[in-house]
């Protein structure tokens, strides 16, 4: 069982940036891609990024291109989702998930394990 833990997320104003952290507590996330995706209040969780294992693969949503990276830190054992320029429209929980696999994927059914999520809140 992989547990993955979410960190970073909080209140900023419209055009600030947060630092998304997720690591796993007994596990090795070096061996597997992995993906962000957030969910707002009444929508569906929504992929934003992912990363595949080596870290020279990365996948981004439309509206977040350019204003987030996806990065690996190996001997941190550690994911990050830097995000720039933040918008009201960003504001959702956001989920770290890894999929079973080298090959950075899009879709939610590609990843078997999620973290519990974390807030963004990106005021006007």
């Known amino acids: 069982q992989v547990r993955l833990v979410e960190s970073g997320g909080g209140l900023v104003q419209a055009g600030g940036s947060l630092r998304l952290s997720c690591g796993a507590s007994g596990h090795t996330l070096s061996t597997y891609a992995m993906g962000w995706f957030r969910q707002a209040p009444g929508k569906e969780r929504q992929f934003v990024a992912a990363i595949n294992r080596s870290g020279g693969t990365t996948y981004y949503t439309d509206s977040v291109k350019g204003r987030f990276t996806i990065s690996r830190d190996k001997n941190k054992n550690t994911v990050y989702l830097q995000m720039i320029s933040l918008k009201p429209e960003d504001t959702a929980v956001y989920y770290c998930?890894?999929?079973?696999?080298?090959?950075?994927?899009?879709?939610?059914?590609?990843?078997?394990?999620w973290g519990q999520g974390t807030q963004v809140t990106v005021s006007s």
């Open positions: 998930a890894l999929r079973l696999g080298e090959e950075a994927k899009v879709d939610h059914f590609e990843y078997v394990y």
